[in-house]
């Protein structure tokens, strides 16, 4: 069975403190690797998608990266709207297709 | 602007009803999804639809019904069958199956 774990469950940080989300996962075979935002009472929004091992992808603040085992959201000098659950989603290469989502981070930056 | 819409936001039940979430887009995607949401819980998947007139059950179908008949159309029905369902439901879709997905803002049921 296919399984995405997303750690740690909650995450504190202070404005401009750097940290990283870790997203690990066993599949069979990686067809592709997404990470979403979710902001309270909202629906989950695109990040990145990521295919392979050694891959990365950076959108402001956030670079995300891949390894055979896991993914990273690393997250730089962090601003209060940066704040929010971040979904990570596995895609298996077999079955549906459809990816198998972790349960999230939730990220509180403070002023 | 290209989007997916859901309606209602907020929608309360009586014990015992059928109701329909709607779900629309006109970002011309092929493959459309319903997923629940609930606390402490990731997303999980209730029915998706690749194309029109064909749809397959998720993880959690009991209780649930959907309908394919148009491309930017997939309503679900929450049938007096599902047992617990105060959920965040979410709609997304996607231009092909399994790829980047787009959300709506969700629809907060609450069966009182």
């Known amino acids: 069975e296919d399984q995405v774990t997303q750690s740690p469950e909650a995450l504190r940080l202070q404005e401009g403190e750097s940290s990283s989300l870790n997203c690990s996962y066993t599949v069979s075979g990686l067809r592709g690797l997404f990470w979403y935002r979710q902001d309270p009472g909202k629906g989950p929004e695109f990040l990145f998608t990521l295919y392979s091992a050694g891959e990365e992808k950076e959108k402001e603040r956030l670079k995300a990266t891949l390894t055979k085992k896991e993914s990273f959201l690393h997250i730089t000098a962090p601003k209060p709207e940066d704040s929010a659950t971040y979904l990570c989603?596995?895609?298996?290469?077999?079955?549906?297709?459809?990816?198998?989502f972790g349960r999230g981070t939730s990220l509180i930056v403070h002023p | 602007d290209g989007g997916i819409t859901q309606s209602p936001k907020y929608l309360f039940r009586k014990e015992g009803q059928n109701v329909t979430l709607s779900c629309e887009q006109n970002?011309?995607?092929?493959?459309m999804y319903w997923y629940r949401q609930d606390p402490g819980q990731g997303l999980r998947l209730i029915y998706y639809?690749?194309?029109?007139?064909?749809?397959q059950k998720g993880d959690i179908a009991e209780g649930y019904s959907v309908s394919r008949e148009k491309k930017e159309s997939f309503p679900l029905t929450v049938t007096s069958a599902q047992k617990n369902p105060t959920a965040f439901y979410l709609c997304?879709?996607?231009?092909?199956?399994?790829?980047?997905?787009?959300f709506g803002q969700g629809t907060r049921l609450t069966v009182v």
């Open positions: 989603a596995v895609q298996a290469a077999g079955g549906s297709y459809i990816p198998t």
């Open positions: 639809s690749q194309i029109v007139n064909d749809f």
């Open positions: 997304a879709s996607s231009p092909g199956l399994g790829t980047e997905a787009f």
């Open positions: 970002l011309n995607h092929d493959a």
